[in-house]
């Protein structure tokens, strides 16, 4: 790749050209904070939250569990508030955003569905159980998964950004609907723990729960203030692609 | 309020000539129906297979089945509309015509939803003579209970059908997008079926929640696709 920086270059690189930019001063100050939280929830975890009277050790998992199945809820409803403001003012930022929050939300709700099966072969004897909690996560994933399923599969990127908006719109209009069928179909989440309003969580717990939750706000926003510099990158990079093939300017610019 | 009601009606209007003419292209030269029809015969047919070992009653497997069988030939009616579109790029036609994309919308989904219910009109009996079940003392709760959720289905896959037919691999997308927003519908359906088929109360009771939830399902996503129907069609 030649030395010349193209003009209207995405900044925020430190002024370097080439190998991996510098991160801002912003991306560097919630890294170190969300890892200074996830050490302090970590210590929590396994050394400061009560030992649960009925499931022992294992319960710990919830610490993990739990606020990622929150979080993740959280992301895909920012998802769908940037796919709405795509629609209605048609800049790429909110496009960035949504598919960069997609992007998260689906890790957390990956992570949902690879802790829970782990939580439940101790306690419940099974993996998996078709009951109301697990099945809409499983939803879930599985209508994000097909949101970058239809970038993915849509070439042009203007087509790429209405098609995914309206995924995801529709795909979070579908969830309090997904979650109500199946808490009739199934009946109850045949949990032991109620964490409903804080109660029947003991003080320790408690505390260790809402650190849990902070980390992983946290986790969330450090992901997002890496992931969508990066995406208004890619979409820059596109543009000077777009404009260079348009001008038909020598050799292309190589991506790698 | 006046002048807005016969706005409504012209644009039903418009919906309807649509619809009129997918359903006349499909007359002149059928080349859907059959093979939804066949299609679902055959999910019916592959699922005897299944079952054989165990003997269950129509009433227990019969509504899954008839749903899969429903849903699976029901993509193929979605892919078809839209796939009809592309010939002479007829689709452009349509959005420089005088109508709004939301009563394209309609149009097509009205078609759709009558395409998949002369293929139900079909299956239905067929699968109570396949599986020994007298239907006629049922037919009228399933009349109820099948159109709703017929409806609410059409709903949905008209919208995506269009933005697959514009992507790669449209003909996996599709069903993965359909399917995995569908969930719910095809619960509610399979549930109210089966009351149905037992001869029970639909609009009391387990089946009537199911029913009210069906019917919101129905609304819900009839409005947000008729409003983002145009992004998806725009160029």
Redesign the interface.
């Given at each position: 790749m030649n030395g010349t920086k193209a003009a209207g270059a995405p900044s925020g690189s430190g002024g370097r050209s080439g190998a991996c930019a510098a991160m801002t001063a912003g991306q560097i100050g919630i890294t170190l904070l969300t890892t200074v939280f996830a050490i302090a929830t970590l210590y929590g975890t396994f050394f400061y939250a009560a030992r649960e009277k009925v499931m022992g050790d294992v319960q710990r998992i919830f610490y993990f569990h739990a606020p990622a199945g929150i979080i993740c809820f959280l992301a895909f409803f920012v998802t769908f508030v940037a796919s709405i403001g795509y629609?209605v003012t048609r800049k790429r930022t909110w496009d960035v955003v949504a598919r960069s929050s997609a992007e998260v939300g689906l890790l957390f709700c990956s992570i949902v569905l690879l802790t829970g099966p782990l939580w439940a072969r101790p306690i419940w004897g099974t993996y998996w159980t078709w009951e109301a909690r697990l099945t809409t996560t499983l939803?879930l994933w599985?209508?994000y998964a097909?949101y970058l399923?239809?970038r993915r599969?849509?070439?042009d990127p203007d087509?790429q950004a209405?098609?995914a908006?309206?995924?995801g719109?529709?795909?979070f209009?579908?969830v309090p609907?997904?979650y109500?069928?199946?808490k009739?179909?199934r009946g109850h989440h045949p949990l032991v723990l109620k964490v409903s309003g804080g109660g029947g969580l003991e003080e320790s717990m408690k505390t260790v729960f809402l650190g849990g939750i902070i980390t992983y706000i946290l986790l969330y926003l450090c992901l997002m203030a890496i992931r969508v510099p990066m995406g208004r990158a890619e979409e820059e990079l596109r543009w000077l692609e777009a404009g260079a093939s348009r001008r038909g300017a020598g050799a292309p610019i190589s991506r790698t | 309020m006046n002048g807005a009601f016969a706005g409504l009606l012209r644009e039903a209007r418009k919906a309807l000539l649509v619809c009129g003419k997918d359903l006349r292209i499909e007359w002149k030269s059928p080349d859907n129906l059959p093979a939804m029809f066949f299609f679902g015969l055959l999910v019916l047919v592959i699922f005897n297979f299944g079952f054989e070992a165990i003997t269950p009653s129509f009433v227990d497997v019969g509504p899954g089945m008839l749903w899969v069988a429903f849903s699976f030939s029901g993509v193929l009616t979605f892919a078809h509309a839209f796939a009809v579109e592309r010939e002479g790029d007829a689709l452009q036609g349509l959005l420089v015509a005088p109508i709004d994309a939301g009563t394209l919308y309609i149009g097509k989904m009205i078609a759709c939803f009558l395409s998949m219910t002369l293929v139900e009109l079909a299956i239905l009996p067929l699968s109570a003579l396949l599986f020994d079940f007298n239907i006629v003392p049922v037919a009228g709760s399933l009349a109820v209970v099948v159109p709703i959720h017929t409806l609410g289905y059409a709903a949905v896959g008209t919208l995506f059908s269009a933005m697959a037919a514009r992507t790669r691999r449209g003909d996996v997308l599709l069903p993965i997008l359909l399917f995995s927003l569908s969930v719910p519908l095809m619960i509610s359906a399979v549930r109210c079926t089966q009351a149905a088929l037992a001869g029970g109360a639909i609009f009391t009771g387990p089946a009537g929640a199911w029913m009210a939830m069906a019917c919101a399902f129905d609304v819900i996503f009839l409005a947000a696709a008729t409003l983002t129907f145009e992004y998806v069609v725009e160029d």
């Open positions: 629609l939803i599985l209508l097909s399923l239809v599969y849509t070439d087509q209405r098609f908006a309206v995924v719109i529709l795909g209009l579908d609907v997904v109500w069928s199946i009739f179909w | -």
